[in-house]
Antibody, heavy 120, light 110 residues
Framework: QLQLQESGPGLVKPSETLSLTCTVS??????????WGWIRQPPGKGLEWIGS???????HYNPSLKSRVTISVDTSKNQFSLKLSSVTAADTAVYYC????????????WGQGTVVTVSS | QSALTQPPSASGSPGQSVTISCTGT?????????VSWYQQHPGKAPKLIIY???KRPSGVPDRFSGSKSGNTASLTVSGLQAEDEADYYC??????????FGAGTKLTVL
């Protein structure tokens, strides 16, 4: 059974960089046809796609966040990571990692989510 | 890209059917047959219940069905049950690797 687990600091100061890692277990991050994505959900609000990466390193980012987002992959550790720079209070959210097929965007396996609060 | 439009709320009595709409544009919902639906209970991660407009993952009851007409996709929940009370989100492929989500609909079982 594929499992995803987010990890990283729960508190980030304004203007700093948010860094999260998603560890994949029960399957290989190098599986063909699957992308690995980050989605966030501000308190009481809806889901927002942040971006996705293929095991080869090919990435796609939400145009509204593209200037601040970097997603990377480490196939040796079966992990992928998110960096979001210059954070503000508006970046406070539950951050999820999930798997999907390219183009189909069917996020079928999700992590449990991790709360990140931006505050001084 | 703009978020897909969903009604903020929907409701129905046990045993009834309810339909939730998801409206996009000719560049996402209207162009691609890649609309998915997710069910999210409070404090939980979303769960995929429909993909490619009409397909159900293994284990999802056939009470959940999807359809699409033009720029609008729809999720129908038939034979409403108490456990169907949750938030429902749609998403669509929007081209060039982009994904767009709907704002979500809170389904209440009366």
């Amino acid at each position: 059974q594929l499992q995803l687990q987010e990890s990283g600091p729960g508190l980030v100061k304004p203007s700093e960089t948010l860094s999260l890692t998603c560890t994949v277990s029960g399957g290989s991050i190098s599986s063909s046809n699957y992308y690995w994505g980050w989605i966030r959900q501000p308190p009481g609000k809806g889901l927002e796609w942040i971006g996705s990466i293929y095991y080869s390193g090919n990435t796609h980012y939400n145009p509204s966040l593209k200037s601040r987002v970097t997603i990377s992959v480490d196939t040796s550790k079966n992990q992928f990571s998110l960096k979001l720079s210059s954070v503000t209070a508006a970046d406070t959210a539950v951050y999820y990692c999930a798997r999907h097929r390219y183009g189909v965007c069917d996020f079928d396996y999700w992590g449990q989510g991790t709360v990140v609060t931006v505050s001084s | 890209q703009s978020a897909l439009t969903q009604p903020p709320s929907a409701s129905g009595s046990p045993g009834q059917s309810v339909t939730i709409s998801c409206t996009g544009t000719s560049s996402d919902v209207g162009y691609y047959n890649y609309v998915s639906w997710y069910q999210q209970h409070p404090g939980k991660a979303p769960k995929l219940i429909i993909y490619e407009v009409t397909k159900r993952p293994s284990g999802v009851p056939d009470r959940f069905s999807g359809s699409k007409s033009g720029n609008t996709a729809s999720l129908t929940v038939s034979g409403l049950q108490a456990e169907d009370e949750a938030d429902y989100y749609c998403n669509s492929y929007a081209g060039n690797g982009n994904v767009v989500f709907g704002a979500g609909t809170k389904l209440t079982v009366l």
